[in-house]
């Protein structure tokens, strides 16, 4: 691809990238929504229908959902899928026009060119961070739920979880630890994965900054351009360990709470979590 039709390809990346973005803020709601019969794309709705099928769910002492629970979890459950889709495709989008970006400025240099690098890079960081947690959503939609649930010292939930250390005997409760430790399972796998892979980037950009550092002194637009790969290169490097470093800390604390999630449980009906 030549220098021209590199530049003419931002345009095209930068307007795609705008379309899945207001998608990814826009659509989920509407297009999970589809078809229940309750009108849960309202988040006051979507509380509120959620809290009383709980409620009626936790009286029952039944495993198995009643099916207005079902529909918002089901409902929960598309939402995530939808959202992650449109923010992997905003990824595809933005980490080409990342590369073309960074092409651009190492070539030309320019504030615009480094500010517009700056933008596009923290939305790939930000699509990322999206598409994980919108994977972690969609395996464990109940728990992802239970965020909605007003937990207190004096509700049901949190004095038998207190009471029993997280007793399995009553199914809802079994039902409720069981898929808090799949919800963080699913975190504890995705983490180390993705840091695996910023690793890897990180690898790549600071072998490309000890490459330019070692560049031989030559004319000015020889030492600007190298001045500008150090600053590329040095700045990707230390994002991309900074970045892998957060996700293994993230994995671990991940692994922990799979391994015994009751504790965590409770402490997140306490509102310590």
Do not use: C
């Not at 309750?38 to 809290?51: G, K, Q, V």
């Not at 999206?130 to 010292?153: D, H, R, Y």
């Not at 399972?185 to 993705?194: E, H, W």
């Amino acid at each position: 691809m030549t220098s021209t039709s590199s530049l003419r390809a931002v345009p095209v990346l930068g307007a795609l990238a705008a379309v899945f973005l207001t998608a990814l803020v826009a659509a989920p709601g509407a297009l999970a929504g589809a078809g229940p019969t309750i009108n849960l794309a309202d988040p006051r709705n979507l509380s509120e229908t959620f809290r009383e099928a709980f409620a009626e769910y936790w009286s029952s002492g039944e495993r198995t959902f009643a099916p207005e629970l079902q529909e918002t979890v089901d409902f929960w459950f598309r939402y995530h899928v939808t959202k992650g889709v449109f923010a992997g495709l905003l990824l595809l989008v933005l980490i080409p026009l990342v590369l073309l970006l960074g092409r651009a400025f190492l070539r030309a240099g320019g504030r615009a060119l480094a500010a517009a690098g700056v933008l596009v890079s923290g939305l790939a960081l930000l699509a990322v961070a999206t598409v994980l947690a919108n994977i972690q959503g969609a395996v464990a939609p109940f728990a992802s739920l239970l965020s909605l649930l007003p937990g207190s010292e004096g509700d049901p939930v949190t004095r038998r979880l207190a009471g029993s250390a997280g007793d399995r005997a009553y199914p809802p409760l079994a039902a409720m630890i069981d898929d808090f430790g799949r919800y963080h399972a699913a975190m504890a796998v995705l983490a180390p994965i993705t840091a695996l892979l910023l690793a890897g980037v990180s690898v790549l950009a600071w072998r490309a900054f000890g490459r330019a550092a070692r560049a031989g002194a030559g004319s000015a637009d020889v030492r600007r351009g190298v001045g500008r790969a150090r600053r590329v290169f040095g700045a990707l490097g230390i994002v991309g360990t900074g970045s892998a470093l957060a996700l293994i800390v993230v994995g671990v604390a991940n692994m922990g709470v799979a391994s015994d999630p009751a504790p965590a449980l409770l402490a997140f009906f306490q509102g310590g979590w």
